[in-house]
């Protein structure tokens, strides 16, 4: 799951990715957009939902 979140989110991206699994009830893999480096965001792009 690719997430925008605020820079000085911190410590609290792990509970954000830990209420998201508890929320969807399966294990999920949360990445921040600014950790992804161009060449991946290319391919991740292509399956890219908004919500």
Do not use: C, K, W, Y
Not at 34 to 45: D, E, F, Q, T
């Amino acid at each position: 799951m690719l997430v925008e979140v605020d820079p000085s989110i911190g410590l609290d991206f792990v509970f954000l990715a830990d209420t998201i699994e508890q929320l969807l009830g399966l294990p999920v893999h949360v990445v921040s957009q600014r950790a992804v480096s161009p060449r991946n965001m290319i391919a991740i792009r292509q399956d890219l939902v908004r919500v």
